[in-house]
């Protein structure tokens, strides 16, 4: 059993993921709808969401570099500030119209999520070996508050001030930015940037002929891409298909419960069956999305399943490949590592929440799930490559 000490963190970094998911959840549930509102060209409509992708993308090495010289508490209470950047700037977009502010929000909240994306490696850093797998499923087992808290809040929030719609809802934004403070606070971590390793650090080429690092850096990479990548996309095709903005926020916090929920189980199963196992899981699973998103846009009821194992198939594919790449690296490599794993996932994940837009408004909903089955196969196919790997490796050495 782990201490309580360890226990205390893991509650409070559970905490700290269901705020700073609630923000993101937020922000995705009404990203594209204003973008589509303010953009000069319809085909721009998801940039506010590809300017928050890239901003994770630019963020992810300093913030890593940063933890690593100052600590995780300060690093998290900057990222809490770049987020109240994002909230008032957010209000400026909606209150001026102006959709270049939009985007400017976006990029501020992409940075402090980026920030926030380390909550999972600080808790595999502050637990003991056999309970890190946990660790990390029991950390975004607070996204599971955030399915609730971020697509309602956004809903509510809407119409707060009657004359500008969705200024309320970055109000909100503001708010939840302020509680994750409070929340940071509380943490007692380990000071991992103070201490001396044992085993120094390889150098990166060394790194990089490591199978599982690889392995771990494609399945996080390319399943994330593909969860952002259609679930960008889904307000855009649920309010074409003339339903209702609240539709759209009840499918997008049905899929967020879908990302966080399997927390209670992922850890356990990983540590049973192997994150390989779990990774190839996630991949099947998000292949039943595409198939369900691709039964037709007739019925409202198609979009619910598709978005529920999006969720799923992201959860097992993302815990599992970060439970790999933490089994693959020294503690004196986890700056360098973590930060490239970060830049690989972020900058996938910008292209595709780009090309969401111009393929959606270009070739439909039905060519853009289509068109993600192609990263899931990869993923499956070079996960098993290199299982087979490790049972003949393993053979050898016996």
């Known amino acids: 059993m782990p201490s309580p000490e360890v226990r205390r963190n893991v509650i409070v970094l559970s905490l700290c993921v269901a705020l700073s998911a609630s923000a993101m959840s937020l922000l995705f549930t009404v990203a594209a709808v204003i973008g589509y509102s303010l953009a000069p060209d319809k085909s721009l409509s998801t940039l506010p969401v ?10 992810t ?23 109240m950047c994002g909230a008032i700037s957010g209000m400026g977009a909606v209150y001026w119209g ?13 940075s402090a999520n980026a920030i926030a994306m380390q909550y999972r490696f ?21 996204g599971v508050l955030a399915a609730f808290i971020g697509p309602n809040l956004a809903s509510f929030a809407r119409n707060w001030f009657d004359t500008v719609p969705f200024l309320g809802t970055f109000c909100a934004l503001f708010g939840l930015q302020l509680l994750l403070l409070l929340a940071i606070s ?67 916090q049905w899929h967020v419960v879908g990302m966080y929920a ?36 007739d019925l409202l009821a198609n979009f619910w399943p ?23 690296y020294r503690p004196a490599e986890q700056a360098r590592i973590q930060a490239i794993n970060e830049f690989a996932v972020f900058g996938t994940v910008a292209v595709a929440s780009l090309s969401a837009g111009s ?31 490790k049972r003949n490796l393993a053979r050898k050495t016996i």
Request: proline share 4%.
């Open 50 to 59: 590809s300017a928050t992708m890239i901003a994770m993308l630019v963020t």
């Open 61 to 83: 090495a300093p913030a890593a570099f940063m933890m690593k010289r100052y600590g995780r508490r300060i690093g998290f209470a900057v990222g809490c500030f770049i987020g």
């Open 98 to 110: 102006n959709f270049w502010l939009m985007c400017a929000a976006g990029a501020f909240i992409g």
């Open 122 to 142: 600080a808790a595999a850093e502050a637990a003991p070996a056999e309970f890190r797998s946990r660790a990390i499923s029991f950390t975004m087992l607070g």
């Open 186 to 252: 509380q943490l007692r971590l380990p000071e991992t940037h103070k201490k001396v390793h044992d085993e120094p650090a390889r150098p990166l080429g060394e790194i990089f002929r490591v199978p599982g690092v690889l392995v771990a850096i494609v399945g996080a990479a390319l399943g994330y891409a593909v969860m952002s990548f259609v679930m960008t996309a889904t307000p855009l095709a649920i309010l074409d298909c003339n339903y209702a903005f609240g539709d759209a926020a009840f499918i997008i």
């Open 262 to 297: 399997p927390g209670f189980f992922t850890g356990s199963l990983i540590r049973r069956f192997g994150s390989l196992a779990i990774i190839q899981i996630g991949a099947v699973i998000t292949l039943g999305c595409l198939l369900f998103g691709l039964a037709g846009v």
């Open 306 to 328: 598709a978005l529920v194992l999006l969720g799923i198939g992201w959860n097992f594919m993302f815990v599992g490949a970060t439970t790999l790449l933490t089994e693959n």
């Open 359 to 389: 393929i959606y408004a270009g070739a439909g909903w039905s060519v853009l799930l289509m068109s993600a089955g192609l990263p899931v196969g990869l993923v499956m196919l070079i996960v098993a490559i290199y299982a087979v790997y």
